[in-house]
């Protein structure tokens, strides 16, 4: 069986401290400083960093133009998770705490949040930093994968 970080209560707590520390943080593209600005990639990245999760390093987010997803059919954000982190990939329709959710806008998955009580975080531009309902509708039809973080 395989053993899953967010397992750990504890490490949960430590997920939802930094998680509620990133609310209110302003969308920016191609930025993740706390409180200055971020999209949600490097939202998703800079929080699992915290966690001791990913390591950060200057090519582990490639540039990408903001319209990036208009144009390309290829799963860029989901051959990155997969590259990146030690993870496997979950259905849709049963999540927990601290697991990674990719959706779909354009032609292909180019946004990202992390799961956790319920919702998803998340940067969204015009707003920054917040929290929607998972069981949303027009988020729930935009779900296209998910991962759950291995040990």
Known sequence: MMEYFFDDEEKQRELKRILDEWM?????????????????????????????????????????????HFHTTRELVKEQVEKELRC???????????????????????????????????????VGVC???AHEKSLKKRMRFAYRILK
């Open 88 to 126: 496997e990939p979950i259905g849709l329709d049963h999540f927990f705490n601290g697991d990674v959710i990719l959706l779909h806008f354009g032609k292909a998955s180019s946004h990202m949040g992390i799961f956790y009580d319920g919702y998803i975080y998340r940067s969204l531009e015009g």
């Open 131 to 133: 929290r929607s309902s």
């Open 24 to 68: 209110g943080t302003p969308f920016r593209h191609q930025c993740g400083v706390k409180g200055m600005g971020c999209d949600c990639s490097y939202f998703v990245a800079r929080v699992l960093e915290e966690l001791g999760i990913l390591k950060w390093r200057k090519d582990l987010m490639p540039d990408y133009p903001k319209d990036w």
